[in-house]
């Protein structure tokens, strides 16, 4: 297979109007045997990620076993794994983000999620990305979301609001406290939303923009982690102006010029 991956007119369209799509066999299995071998030192601690780039988004843990963790967030694994950097899925998934939002698309940050079976508390509660990144006038945003495992309603599976993403960012607070408590952000429905779950196939992905309003949902599966590799794009110019403003998206980075602008997902 090629570095190229080919976005029908009619997923295109399908992401513009729902600012989310499902593109599939995006890598085929033994490219996922691949990401999933590395993905499993991560795992295993057998890649060192310092401090809190490797922590259990449920409750901030990070020196433990990853194993035992209900959601592993390894943030920035192109940075602690440097050969991974230009393998196949970052190869298609810019392929995929220059068709689907034009050119001058570059990699904004890379991050590892999965989650435990049988961990009903693994859940991401209802948010907007753009809650947590500055503005800037370039709103162009490609996540690229792949399938290490199939990813099921039972097993969390992103679950989105088509059309979100063509209205205002909605109100989002804390989940507990203030934001030194707790870093994630949440928002609430509105009585006509409606969810729709997206499960996909090992080796799938699904594309979401910034604005779509999306979660998912615990691991209640008994036996099947629900592992997820994502590459995020943003425009150059909005990458430079978060780099320039201090805005981060690694808990080891310095404070920028203007301060450290909490980017950060876990
Ligand atoms: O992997 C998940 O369940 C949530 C990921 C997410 O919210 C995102 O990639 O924006």
Redo the contacts with the bound molecule.
């Keep these: 297979m090629t570095d190229t991956y080919v976005v029908t007119e009619e997923a295109k369209e399908f992401f513009r109007v729902n600012g989310y799509v499902h593109l599939r066999g995006v890598l085929a299995t033994g490219e996922v045997d691949e990401v999933s071998q590395v993905y499993d030192r991560f795992m295993r601690r057998e890649i060192e990620v310092p401090g809190k780039d490797l922590n259990d988004m449920t409750t901030g843990e990070h020196n433990g076993d990853p194993s035992k963790y209900a959601v592993v967030n390894v943030m920035l694994p192109r940075r602690y794994f440097p050969e991974w950097q230009g393998n196949v899925f970052e190869q298609r998934a810019a392929s995929i983000a220059a068709q689907l939002c034009g050119e001058g698309m570059v990699i904004d940050f890379d991050?590892l999620?999965a989650?435990q079976p049988g961990r009903t508390d693994a859940v991401?509660e209802y948010?907007q990305?753009q809650a947590y990144w500055i503005d800037t006038g370039d709103r162009r945003t490609a996540?690229c979301?792949l399938a290490v495992d199939d990813s099921t309603i039972d097993n969390?599976?992103?679950q989105f609001l088509p059309g979100s993403h063509l209205h205002p960012i909605r109100p989002h607070r804390p989940l507990h406290g203030d934001r030194a408590e707790s870093h994630t952000l949440v928002t609430d429905l509105r009585p006509d939303d409606v969810m729709v779950p997206v499960p996909i196939s090992r080796g799938d992905i699904t594309v979401?923009n910034e604005g779509v309003l999306?979660?998912?949902g615990g691991n209640a599966s008994t036996d099947s982690w629900?592992r997820?590799y994502?590459v995020?794009f943003r425009s150059d110019d909005t990458v430079r102006q978060e780099r320039l403003a201090g805005f981060t998206h690694s808990h080891n980075d310095d404070i920028g010029v203007l301060g450290k602008v909490d980017g950060l997902?876990g």
Excluded: E, M, P, V
């Design positions: 991050q999620l989650k991401f948010h990305d996540t979301w969390g599976c992103l979401h999306h979660f998912s629900r997820a994502i995020a997902r």
